[in-house]
């Protein structure tokens, strides 16, 4: 079988340069191939379930806590310290394999286009303008820049910025070929974020001029506004990197609220020890993250990239991700447990067709609500 490295030199020169831009290394992939198979997922050290004390409550209006959060809040929006970047890269593959920014949330509004109109809120409620910045993917980017075309007139902010993408590989650790011999492409997962930011020069650019929060959330959890009365708390605590957390319900599973080796971290079930009950932790990561901007422009973090079995075209096939939540194994952070329900509910996510149609009275009510649509 010819070796990664010949594959890759048999590539396009397009494809070649599409890798480079897009943070690929050669000497990455060959050591993932080479441990397919060969480990886990799991951490070491003690994990033990969050203390009482880890996980808070949003600050309530009523209380003189929350209304110094909202001020300090208000006025960061306002002095222009706050940017909104959103995770784009992925495609709605269950609901026809569409770019999901594009799919329409309301009629006439798709997920990135409410996105626009919540910077847009912002700016008329506290006078600040909030730069709106989407990681895209090889698969998303193209499309989103088209339908933006529209949004970028008015003095807004808005630029887009490219994960990192890989090849899958095959269990046996060769390149994975997919319809008509092609090296399958994919992204290496929102842990790309910190990296293809700076990557991009926003980042440097937003901290150079006075700016101190990154806001992050995914493109279909319209519950995740930016909230001014969080982004106060966020402040006030002192901490670089605050997590939203909601209550479980059911069979809910995702990341959840740990403490390993005594530090607060969010920790995927994936990677928790054999014998760990993950049902015990009855609240979960939103994946919306509150994070000091120069905090991440000076993180120079080892990133863990987990291995990730897929099928692609009936075949088996493997590649490697790795995930935001792991900044929470180099920042200190707190956990804030937000609404999941009602008007005030910060997760609201959508995954397919179905949960769309269901959730779309959701979205309108907190859409007016928040002034994002009449």
């Not at 897009?22 to 060959?30: A, P, T």
Request: with cysteine.
């Amino acid at each position: 079988m010819r070796s990664i490295a010949k594959v890759l030199e048999s590539l396009p020169i397009e494809a070649r340069e599409q890798l480079e831009r897009c943070g690929f290394e050669k000497s990455r992939l060959e050591e993932w191939a080479a441990r397919i198979g060969k480990g886990d997922n799991r951490v070491g050290g003690l994990v033990e379930a969050p203390r009482p004390e880890d996980v808070v409550p949003a600050p309530a209006a009523a209380t003189a806590e929350g209304a110094l959060a909202l001020e300090r809040g208000r006025a960061a929006i306002a002095r222009g310290e706050v940017a909104f970047v959103v995770l784009a890269g992925g495609m709605a593959t269950r609901m026809g394999g569409v770019v999901k920014a594009l799919v329409e949330a309301l009629p006439g509004i798709s997920f990135l286009g409410y996105r626009v109109r919540e910077i847009d809120v912002l700016l008329q409620k506290f006078g600040g303008k909030v730069p709106l910045w989407l990681m895209t993917s090889f698969a998303t980017s193209k499309a989103i820049e088209n339908a933006l075309a529209p949004h970028r007139e008015g003095g807004r902010e808005i630029a887009t910025f490219e994960q990192d993408i890989s090849l899958r590989l095959t269990p046996e650790g060769q390149i994975f070929k997919g319809e008509g011999g092609v090296p399958s492409l994919h992204a290496t997962g929102h842990g790309d974020l910190p990296d293809a930011l700076k990557r991009s020069g926003l980042l440097d650019e937003f901290v150079a001029r006075g700016g101190k929060t990154l806001w992050i959330a995914n493109i279909d959890n319209l519950g995740a506004t930016v909230d001014p009365s969080i982004l106060g708390w966020h402040l006030g605590h002192g901490a670089p990197l605050s997590v939203e957390l909601v209550d479980k319900v059911g069979t809910d599973r995702g990341g959840i609220p740990a403490r390993w080796d005594g530090r607060p971290v969010v920790l995927e079930e994936f990677r928790l020890p054999k014998g760990f009950d993950a049902n015990k932790v009855r609240t979960f990561n939103t994946n919306t993250f509150l994070v000091d901007a120069r905090a991440v422009r000076d993180l120079r973090p080892n990133w863990t990239y987990f291995e990730v079995r897929k099928k692609v075209e009936e075949r088996d096939a493997v590649q490697f991700e790795r995930l935001l939540g792991e900044l929470t194994s180099w920042l200190d952070t707190r956990f804030v447990k937000v609404p999941r329900d009602g008007l005030a509910t910060r997760f609201l996510p959508v995954k397919d067709g179905p949960e769309l149609d269901a959730r779309r009275s959701e979205i309108q009510a907190i859409a007016r609500d928040r002034g994002v649509a009449p």
